[in-house]
């Protein structure tokens, strides 16, 4: 796609620009239980957001672990189901290391409903072999942390799940979308007015070099999720669901440091025994910069919150700042396959660009005392 200068955002537009979502919380959350999707009867304002959460999950340290964490001990949100996907890893490991996860925080009543285990397009290379991810693989899952959960995935397909949800509850439920997009562009093409009925669509993906911190972290142009299946997240940016988006723009301004980790593993859980088994190979045996985090550099990103700052963000709207820009992805097989590409209105080629709010500055020191007062919280009696 051709990027037109002249339709970009300047750094001194941008204040003018923001649009801040605000509003209030609650504390009360309902349990899903055996995949029922509870009627919305006597809802009121109160009420916790219904959420479907769609995610490439592998425990942590990867980042969809410590947002699970993160979203199940918040009463804000009340959490459908999970639907999984590949990405970060095969979806069979992305649906085992969800029930392992649930299970060890005390929340198995959560369904969990296998999705996609391939891209709609994008077939594996053998440059694909060479970078993160495992999404084109088809081996076993590796055993969880203390084994494979008890409780077993859905029977039901996690398309199937988003749509029947969905349309049993017209314009009242968010998707949370941590990985690629495949499962929920499948639900839009299967299913008539699905797109009209979705409440909201919070995406952790994208990098726009429209705004500070720009640049993929897998190409030069792509970020991650949205490379792995650019199809459907073109899809999704077409379909007119209203959507939140959490790019490497904003993420690259959080880090998890040893200051944090040392927070979380003083207070004993089981979630946080899981973190400290995990993690502690990164942290007790510290490199020079003892506060520096573990994970990859990607300009100026190390042991950024990629996944559990679109969590705090749907939590809690103030805690970052956004911009509206026509969103678009490249789908053509070149140099910038998966990049997703940002101005202030629609260009040649991209007609069908979509008007999304775009993040792009959080308050990292109120965001990271919302992560640890949570992560730290104790299971449910």
């Given amino acids: 796609m051709k990027r037109l200068s002249n339709f970009l955002i300047s750094a001194s537009s941008l204040a003018a620009l923001m649009a801040v979502f605000v509003f209030g919380m609650n504390h009360s959350i309902h349990a899903a239980t055996n995949g029922a999707i509870p009627s919305l009867q006597n809802t009121t304002a109160s009420a916790p957001q219904r959420v479907i959460f769609d995610t490439d999950f592998v425990v942590p340290p990867q980042d969809d672990g410590m947002a699970l964490i993160f979203a199940v001990k918040s009463p804000e949100l009340q959490i459908l189901g999970i639907t999984t996907v590949a990405g970060n890893d095969t979806m069979q490991r992305a649906t085992s290391d969800a029930l392992r996860t649930l299970e060890i925080c005390g929340r198995s009543d959560i369904p969990v409903y296998r999705g996609a285990n391939r891209p709609l397009v994008h077939e594996k290379s053998l440059w694909d072999t060479t970078v993160h991810g495992r999404w084109w693989s088809d081996e076993a899952p590796p055993t969880p942390p203390g084994g494979f959960a ?24 968010t998707i949370i979308a941590l990985g690629p997009l495949t499962n929920v562009a499948t639900a839009i093409r299967q299913e008539p007015g699905f797109s009209q009925k979705v409440k909201k669509l919070a995406i952790m993906g994208g990098a726009f070099d429209v705004l500070s911190d720009g640049g993929g972290n897998v190409t030069p142009n792509a970020e991650f999720n949205i490379w792995v299946d650019p199809e459907a997240a073109q899809v999704v940016m077409h379909s007119g669901i209203p959507i939140v988006l959490t790019p490497l723009n904003v993420t690259r301004k959080t880090h998890f440091s040893k200051e944090y ?99 792009y500055d959080v308050d990292f020191d109120r965001f990271i005392r919302l992560f640890v007062e949570r992560v730290t919280k104790p299971n449910p009696k």
């Fill in 150 to 173: 008890k409780k077993q995935a859905e029977s039901e397909s996690a398309v199937d799940f988003m749509i029947r949800a969905v349309n049993a509850n017209p314009g009242e439920i």
């Fill in 261 to 359: 980790y040392d927070q979380i593993v003083a207070v004993d859980t089981p979630a946080t025994r899981m973190i400290k088994e995990r993690m502690s190979r990164f942290y007790e045996n510290p490199p020079p910069n003892a506060n520096q985090a573990p994970g990859p550099t990607t300009r100026g990103g190390r042991g950024a919150m990629h996944d559990q700052l679109t969590i705090g963000s749907i939590i809690d709207p103030t805690l970052v700042k956004t911009v509206d820009l026509y969103v678009d992805v490249d789908i053509n097989h070149g140099p910038d396959y998966g990049a997703t590409i940002g101005a202030l209105k629609p260009w040649e080629f991209a007609e069908d660009a979509a008007k999304v709010s775009v993040q």
